[in-house]
Nanobody, 120 residues
Framework: QVQLVESGGGLVQPGESLRLSCAAS????????MGWYRQPPGKQRELVAT???????NYADSVKGRFTISRDNAKNTVYLQMNSLKPEDTAVYYC??????????????WGQGTQVTVSS
């Protein structure tokens, strides 16, 4: 059973920064990819940033230039550095990891979520 544990959420003012962490229960190299998603109040979950096992990164347009996804293989941890935060970044942020088997079926694993609130 894969476990993903997020931390680092909180309440910040507009323009400030936060770093989210996601610790995995197995080597992050063993996943085909990992990422961060978020669910704003009253809205659907949306992709924020992903990183593949090959190191390719992808970002939502709304966070490009402000957020950075990175990983520490030795700690089995993926990070999301969030700078210049805006009120519209307010959401529950979820860590995701996925495997793709030989039939190309995707298996997703999710953390419990961490709240990020950006408000003055």
């Amino acid at each position: 059973q894969v476990q993903l544990v997020e931390s680092g959420g909180g309440l910040v003012q507009p323009g400030e920064s936060l770093r989210l962490s996601c610790a995995a229960s197995r080597s992050i190299f063993s996943f085909n990819g990992m990422g961060w998603y978020r669910q704003p109040p009253g809205k659907q979950r949306e992709l924020v940033a992903t990183i593949t096992d090959g190191g390719n990164r992808n970002y939502a347009d709304s966070v490009k230039g402000r957020f950075t996804i990175s990983r520490d293989n030795a700690k089995n941890t993926v990070y999301l550095q969030m700078n210049s935060l805006k009120p519209e970044d307010t959401a529950v942020y979820y860590c995701n990891a996925y495997d793709i088997d030989y039939t190309f079926r995707r298996y997703d694993y999710w953390g419990q979520g961490t709240q990020v609130t950006v408000s003055s």
